[in-house]
């Protein structure tokens, strides 16, 4: 059966992180679903955003924390799309914390089932795996999420916590995700061995990256400022304050630091670090973003916590900017396999500092990773590639018994 001869209907589901705390998540469901609908894909939306719970405050976290588990009032929910519609498959984002993995247990079976994991939360109760600034895998690959209580590592909580320890728990009794879900999309064969690691199955997960539409212009790089560029969200994981210690030990090489983003320590970086050369910009929105890492000779990802496809790596890409990376997860195969850039230790501000001496002192060396970046984003990760793969991987679970 051809996808491009028997278009199928499909059921999106989401739960949309709050605004207040943009997400590469978010972004990625939203141009997903707009390709989908663009290729002609019949596509009905089940989406709840989280900002209507924020808003109720501790009611709010009172209902998440009954609700994450096991949300008994999905099925009146779903009941009226599921009554008027017969799916083919249902395609499920992120469930936490209003929609819960419960919605497995109330699709008609006839419906084939795939899941993106866009994080490591069905086991690992931060959804980053990161403790006190390193990268912790223990209750994953331990198969059990108690030190989660014992850490308090959702929101330095054990109260907070604890619904998602037992959300993790009830499903790994269950087996719901070995059960329920026919396959798993994850972003890289790094991911793919960490979750198999915590217990899924190997033959369920397919690799497929994100994808990014293809800018019609892309600035010439030789005329472009010597410029540098942070995007993301100003917190412990993401590594920036590492980035900051650095750039004053690079010493004079005649190049501008831009700090693109919002988050828990902007108040205390923007003050800290404010110099001639750095610049904090705060929250932009996609567009200036996406211009000012176009006008940027390279762009700097310093996480410090084990990333899934990070979306700005292929906004980079994508105008022909080069990457700086950690070597954390995934990254360093993404990037150094792929020719995007180069990549440091991670969490180690002397060898940051002397990869960016070594790639910002060789401006010959920035063109031609500038021009390996478009290329590889054009064969692999533009838009009409990626959503090919994604045609195959649905193709694919229509057959499974």
């Known amino acids: 059966m051809s996808l491009n001869k028997f ?3 499909l059921l999106l589901v989401h739960n949309f992180y709050g605004s207040a705390a943009p ?3 978010n972004n990625v469901v939203s141009s997903e679903a707009h390709d989908l ?3 002609g894909i019949f596509v009905t939306k089940f989406f709840i955003n989280s900002d209507k719970f924020i808003a109720l405050k501790f009611f709010g976290y009172v209902y998440a924390a009954i609700l994450t588990p096991w949300n008994f009032f999905i099925r ?3 009941k009226k799309i599921l009554d008027n519609n017969r799916f083919d498959i249902v395609h499920v984002h992120n469930t936490f914390p209003f929609i819960s993995p419960s919605i497995f247990y109330i699709l008609p079976r006839y419906i084939k089932r795939v899941m993106t994991v866009h994080n490591y939360r069905i086991y ?4 980053i795996p990161l403790r006190n600034g390193k990268v912790c895998t223990e209750c994953i690959v ?5 030190p989660s209580i014992k850490y308090g590592c959702y929101r330095n909580s054990r109260i907070l916590t604890f619904p998602i320890y037992f959300t993790i728990e009830l499903h790994r009794y269950l087996d719901t995700w070995n059960r329920k879900v026919d396959r798993f999309i994850v972003f890289s064969e790094f991911q793919k061995r960490i979750l198999v690691s915590g217990g899924l199955v190997e033959n369920k997960i397919v690799v497929k990256p994100n994808s990014l539409e293809a800018p019609d212009v892309i600035n010439d790089f030789q005329s472009r400022s010597n410029d540098v560029v942070f995007v993301g969200r100003l917190s412990e994981e993401k590594g920036v304050q ?3 210690e650095a750039w004053p030990l690079i010493g004079d090489l005649n190049f501008n630091l831009h700090i693109i983003g919002d988050g828990p320590l902007f108040e205390q970086l923007s003050k800290k670090y404010v110099s001639r050369n750095v610049f904090f910009h705060g929250s932009l929105d996609k567009v200036a973003a996406q211009k000012k890492i176009s006008e940027s000779k390279l762009l700097i990802l310093p996480s410090i916590s084990i990333e899934g496809f990070p979306m700005v790596i292929l906004e980079s890409i994508a105008n022909a900017t080069p990457v700086l990376t950690s070597d954390v997860g995934p990254l360093e195969d993404l990037v150094r396999n792929n020719g995007l850039g180069k990549v440091f230790s991670s969490n180690n501000v002397y060898d940051l500092r002397d990869k960016l001496i070594d790639i910002l002192s060789n401006d010959s060396e920035l ?3 500038s021009y390996n970046c478009r290329k590889k984003f054009l064969e692999k990760f533009s838009s009409d590639v990626v959503f090919s793969n994604l045609m195959t991987i649905y193709n694919d679970v229509l057959f499974i018994d």
Do not use: Y
Request: hydrophobic share 45%; glycine share 8%; charged share 25%.
């Open 242 to 244: 590492l980035l900051l």
């Open 124 to 127: 690992c109760a931060r959804g």
């Open 76 to 78: 009146f929910k779903l």
């Open 7 to 9: 278009p199928i209907k």
């Open 23 to 25: 997400s590469g998540e």
């Open 142 to 146: 331990k198969r059990n999420s108690f």
């Open 37 to 39: 609908i663009r290729n």
């Open 367 to 369: 063109a031609v990773l």
